[in-house]
């Protein structure tokens, strides 16, 4: 499966983005996918999840109810609405595809096998 995460941009504080990640070359569908992000000096970083149904999420505490993760399989691709901006979600973010059990969601980097380029979101305050 490749990947190609897009959307990015600079962004005021409390204004809103969606990312989109582009799925081609496998089986996207049967896959559990998610986000991650990595800001300047600090580990990569969860920040949401998603079953291969989408009937399952997950997010981390730092977005929860700003963030919503969700998934078109019949486009092969996955998105992240993001609304109320804040400078510490300035970050690269990260698409991943997993080839575990598509049912399940994962929070840990090492559980996906695909990852996508990333792309940079800039929130300013």
């Known amino acids: 499966v490749q990947l190609q995460a897009s959307g990015g941009g600079l962004m005021q504080a409390g204004g809103s983005l969606r990312l989109s990640c582009a799925a081609s070359?496998?089986?996207?569908?049967?896959?559990?996918l998610g986000w991650f992000r990595q800001a300047p000096g600090k580990e990569r970083e969860f920040v949401a999840a998603?079953?291969?149904?989408?009937?399952?999420?997950k997010y981390a505490d730092s977005v929860k109810g700003r963030f919503t993760i969700s998934r078109d399989n019949a486009k092969t691709t996955m998105y992240l609405q993001m609304n109320s901006l804040k400078p510490e979600d300035t970050a690269v973010y990260y698409c991943?595809?997993?080839?575990?059990?598509?049912?399940?969601?994962?929070?840990?980097?090492?559980?996906?096998?695909?990852w996508g380029q990333g792309t940079l979101v800039t929130v300013s305050s």
């Open positions: 991943a595809a997993s080839k575990a059990a598509a049912w399940l969601i994962y929070i840990r980097s090492s559980q996906y096998d695909y």
């Open positions: 070359g496998g089986t996207f569908s049967t896959c559990s």
């Open positions: 998603i079953s291969w149904s989408g009937g399952s999420t």
